[in-house]
């Protein structure tokens, strides 16, 4: 008798696997300043930090590379989670719910880091992750579209 390969169980196993590696990197990962902060550090005003990073990216400072790590990481490190949620959810979540969810995962960890003075809260991270869950979303649905033809 024959095994069937269940993709469903090992997508799971993966999400699984990548959520522990997000809060380790959001929370614990020292080479990206997570450390314990004396104050509170964060930035409320949208836009600020993305429009100072896209400066030193365009006049080739040399922060260019820490500013393209900053953006682009937030966004990479949330597109697995934008695949991800509506391949595992039972009721195949929609773009709405998805963004909602990223969203309020986003919403979390910055929270978090401002109590904890563990990183810094910033909102800027918000708007860049939940960019990343909705590229995650988009991409998902690209390859169900193709993959039914």
Same mark, same amino acid.
């Given at each position: ?7 469903? +169980? ?15 990197? $959001?929370?614990? +990962? ?10 509170? $550090?964060?930035?409320?005003? !949208?836009?600020?930090? @993305? ?14 590379? +820490? ?6 990481? =937030? @966004?990479? +490190?949330?597109? !697995?989670?934008? @695949?991800?949620? !509506? ?21 979390? *960890? ?7 003075? $563990?990183?810094?809260?910033? $909102?800027?991270?918000?708007?860049? =992750?939940?960019?990343?869950?909705? *590229?995650?979303? @988009? ?11």
């Amino acid at each position: 008798m024959k095994k069937e390969f269940n993709h469903k +169980a090992v997508m799971k196993l993966l999400f699984i696997i990548y959520m522990c590696v997000l809060v380790y990197i $959001v929370f614990f +990962a020292e080479a990206m300043g997570r450390t314990p902060q004396d104050g509170y $550090v964060y930035n409320l005003t !949208p836009l600020k930090e @993305i429009k100072r990073f896209m400066r030193y990216i365009w006049d080739n400072d040399a922060l260019g590379s +820490a500013a393209r790590l900053n953006i682009f990481g =937030n @966004i990479i +490190a949330f597109i !697995p989670f934008g @695949i991800y949620l !509506p391949y595992t959810s039972e009721s195949k979540l929609g773009f709405i719910s998805t963004f909602l969810y990223t969203f309020s995962l986003s919403l979390t *960890i910055e929270l978090v880091q401002l109590i904890t003075k $563990v990183g810094s809260c910033d $909102v800027d991270d918000i708007i860049l =992750n939940t960019l990343g869950g909705v *590229i995650g979303y @988009i991409l998902w649905y690209i390859y169900t579209k193709l993959r039914k033809k």
